[in-house]
């Protein structure tokens, strides 16, 4: 059965820094591509990150935010600097870019 779990969000200013690790079970990680997805208040769900065999970003996410996985551990990252206050969601980790199969999220709030 394929879980995943995420953490690491939190309250943050404008600016500051998080970081985002989905635990994955019931598959390897390092066998098919990963996504991270958000939902921000009253808006859809909106793909923001890939990584396979390369790494893709939405362009609003470009140059801040950075997607990592650790094969031993299982675990996808989600690196987040310069957080603005537009990336506030609650941010999941899928296993495709729809977000179809995705953890319970852990929420991000940016502001001051």
């Known amino acids: 059965e394929v879980q995943l779990v995420e953490s690491g969000g939190g309250l943050v200013q404008p600016g500051g820094s998080l970081r985002l690790s989905c635990a994955a079970s019931?598959?390897?990680?390092?066998?098919?591509?990963m996504y991270w997805v958000r939902q921000a208040p009253g808006k859809r769900l909106e793909w923001v990150s890939s990584?396979?065999?390369?790494?893709v970003y939405t362009d609003s996410v470009k140059g801040r935010f950075t997607i990592s996985r650790d094969n031993a551990n299982n675990t996808v990252y989600l690196q987040m600097n310069s957080l603005q206050s537009e990336d506030t969601a609650l941010y999941y980790c899928?296993?495709?870019?729809?977000?179809?199969?995705r953890g319970q999220g852990t929420q991000v709030t940016v502001s001051s």
């Open positions: 899928a296993t495709d870019a729809a977000g179809r199969t």
């Open positions: 019931g598959f390897s990680v390092s066998s098919r591509w």
């Open positions: 990584i396979g065999t390369f790494t």
